[in-house]
Every structure is written in structure tokens, then in C-alpha cells.
């Protein structure tokens, strides 16, 4: 895809945006101070944030020149499905409050896109639909050390017709996210004079977001279980997550007994773990530190993939962590990532554009990745090695 043929396919609202970065300062003015607080922060000091882009910055690449690319393509495959790019939108907690009905607007560019999109445990669309009208076909979900609930939800996801089941595993408690408190963020949304200050403070996204998605009924967190979770808006509910520091891999070895599709265990950065899901039976492990809003001061996913990948045994390995650039893409495949996944941009794409700002996201990365692919002389991806990549600084 070239950058004169996205030109021409783009809104001209949306053509003054170059790259990923360029979405999240527009869409900080136009979020509540809360809702943008939720999707920007992370835990503590951010230092596991921040680390994440730095150890993608610590890389750099080898190319190979005189290579005739023309031929070259940007399209990969991932467990026999082939996508257009090597990218997917990583599940992210209440999408639908970045543009109206904002989880759907990611699983129907995705598809349109040719893509992939993870459907999250805490969105507020039932996964049913997500799965119908979005298209939807990976769930993740948060499951507790409780047998009961684990087989109630296995049994929802199934019969919704998803192929594949993402366990996020590095979540036992609710991580220490001072960002929140200090803006005021809660899950369920406390009715306040902050949360009203920030809706008429913020008109547009009070008119075109949340009024409409009032209008439709007041959203619940749909997902979290086989049953329906409390309100979007409550001053007193709480959702009842169940004992999740008492999940372990007995636990896992259940799901896999109950799930008949892929199943992938997310949050996985310690080696040793991905030898011990691999040999459960797990279909693959993805490396993550939940973008840095989890552990603070967690290692980047980056700097222990190529470990990852050896113990993982040809099990495929994703990746998720600060990627911004076609240019971060391309050094974790040759590193030896299956598929890599963005979270926080899309969201910030999807306030500013809705459905085809999602949509000319994609259109940036894919442009930047058969660029790239061109400037280091490759013509698939699978041609990518690690001596395309070297430690700097």
C-alpha cells in the first residue's frame, strides 16, 4: 500500500494524521480528563511504560541492500489465518467510552481492514455481538481460580463462535494506578462534580459519545462473566472479579480441558512460564506487561522475546508493548514475534476518527511496514532474521 493510494482512500479530516502518535494529542483534547487519564496511564511511576519504548528504541536495523522488492507484501499469517498486515488491536478495557460504540468500531475496521481485533473481557458490548455484527473471532477474558465460573464463561465464549480464547494471566490483583485516583477515574464511574465538570468541559464527546450511548440504555460491563456486570455509571456497585490471586495453572489445565479452539495466555514474560504453558498444551503465549499498567518496573516485553521464542518450541509467540512504528513491527519479527499488537493508539484513533480513523491507522502501519520492508531488502516477512537487528547505544 502506498502513501499516495491512502491519500486518496482517507476522509481529509484524517489526512493531517502522519503516524500513530499523532491521534493520542488531538484525542487528549477531546476526552474527558478521566476517560483520557484511563487509556494514557499506567501503574505507579510508568516506568514500565516508559520502558517499553525504550527497548524497542535500544534496537536498530541492518538493511540489505541491491534486493529487488518490488514484489514485497505486507500480508501474514497466524495460526493458518492470513491477515493483511502483522498487526492487531490488543483488547483494551471500556473502548466504548473513545467514540460510540467503540468496541465495535474496532472489530468492524479491523474486518474491513483485513485485520485482526481481540475483544475484550471488560467491554461494554456483549461479546455475542461483537461476534456477530464485528466479526469478531478472539476473545480475552479475566477469569478467578474458581472452577464454576471458569466452565460458565468457557461455555459463553464457545457457543458465541469465538476460535480463540486469550487468557490474560498478570492480572491476580488490581494493579496501583495513582493516575486514576488523581483524576478521579473509578470502574464503575462515580456520579461527581468532576465527572459532570468533565462532561460539559468536553461538549463534543458528551454529545456524540456518551449521550448517545445513554440513549441506547445504560452500559454494563458485559463481559467479565456468564452473567451481566453492574452499570457503567453506579455510586455504589462493584464488580465482583472473583478470586483471581488464586488462579494458577491448574486452572489452566481446566480451560484447556473445556476450550475446543486456540487458546493463548497473555501477560507471559518470564521464560520459564512460556516453557510451562507450552507444555500444557497451550497453542500460544503472548508476551506482555499490560502495557505497563500492571507490575511498575516490569521488564519490557522486547527484551526477553528472542528467550521467549526459545522455550517456546515453535509454539507461536505474540507481542504486545509500546509499538508505535512499522520500523518497531519489523524488529520484533525478526526477533522471531508471530504477530504484534497495538492497544492504546487505536483507541486514541478511534476518538478522533471513530470506525475510519481506526481504519487509517491501519493504513499508516501498513504503509510504514512495506516501506520499511523495502529499505532493508525484504520481500516477505518471513524473511526477516535476527541479523536484521542490532543492540545500539
Request: proline letters at 5%; aromatic letters at 8%.
Amino acid at each position: 500500500m502506498t502513501a499516495r493510494r491512502i491519500e486518496a482512500n482517507v476522509p481529509r479530516s484524517l489526512r493531517r494524521f502522519l503516524a500513530l502518535e499523532d491521534f493520542e494529542p488531538v484525542a487528549r483534547r477531546h476526552l474527558p480528563r478521566q476517560i483520557y487519564g484511563y487509556y494514557a496511564g499506567a501503574a505507579e511511576t510508568n516506568a514500565a511504560h516508559a520502558g517499553n519504548s525504550r527497548a524497542l528504541a535500544a534496537l536498530g536495523l541492518v538493511p540489505r541492500v541491491l534486493v529487488d522488492t518490488r514484489a514485497r507484501s505486507t500480508r501474514h499469517a497466524l495460526f493458518g489465518h492470513a491477515y493483511s498486515l502483522p498487526v492487531g488491536i490488543a483488547p483494551m478495557g471500556l473502548s466504548g467510552l473513545a467514540t460510540f460504540e467503540g468496541d465495535l468500531a474496532l472489530a468492524k475496521a479491523a474486518a474491513v481492514e483485513g485485520a485482526l481485533m481481540v475483544a475484550s473481557a471488560t467491554s461494554l458490548m456483549p461479546l455475542e455481538r461483537l461476534a456477530e455484527e464485528g466479526k469478531a473471532c478472539w476473545f480475552q477474558t479475566y477469569l478467578p481460580g474458581e472452577p464454576e465460573r471458569i466452565r460458565r464463561m468457557v461455555a459463553r465464549v464457545a457457543a458465541a463462535g469465538y476460535e480463540t480464547l486469550v487468557l490474560t494471566a498478570d492480572v491476580p490483583v488490581a494493579a496501583n494506578r495513582e493516575n486514576n485516583a488523581r483524576t478521579g477515574f473509578s470502574a464503575p464511574l462515580k456520579p461527581s462534580l468532576r465527572l459532570f465538570w468533565d462532561g460539559i468541559t468536553h461538549p463534543s464527546w458528551s454529545l456524540g459519545t456518551f449521550a448517545r450511548t445513554l440513549a441506547s440504555g445504560m452500559p454494563r460491563f458485559e463481559n467479565m462473566d456468564a452473567f451481566r456486570g453492574p452499570t457503567l455509571l453506579s455510586r455504589n456497585a462493584v464488580r465482583d472479579i472473583g478470586a483471581r490471586d488464586g488462579l494458577d495453572w491448574s486452572h489452566l489445565d481446566l480451560i484447556r480441558q473445556l476450550w475446543p479452539g486456540r487458546l493463548v495466555v497473555k501477560g507471559i514474560l518470564a521464560p520459564e512460564d512460556v516453557t510451562i504453558a507450552r507444555e500444557r498444551g497451550v497453542d500460544g503465549v503472548w508476551i506482555s506487561n499490560h502495557g505497563g499498567r500492571q507490575l511498575d518496573t516490569a521488564i519490557a516485553p522486547m527484551s526477553v522475546l528472542r528467550e521467549a521464542v526459545s522455550a517456546a518450541g515453535g509454539m507461536a509467540v505474540l507481542i504486545d508493548g509500546g509499538f508505535r512504528r512499522g520500523t518497531d513491527v519489523l524488529k520484533a519479527l525478526a526477533l522471531g514475534a508471530d504477530f504484534v499488537f497495538v492497544g492504546r493508539p487505536f483507541l486514541f484513533a478511534a476518538a478522533v476518527g471513530g470506525e475510519r480513523g481506526i481504519r487509517h491507522a491501519f493504513g499508516l502501519l501498513q504503509a510504514e511496514i512495506a516501506r520499511n520492508m523495502a529499505m532493508l531488502g525484504v520481500s516477505r516477512l518471513d524473511e526477516l532474521q535476527p541479523m536484521h537487528v542490532r543492540a545500539v547505544g
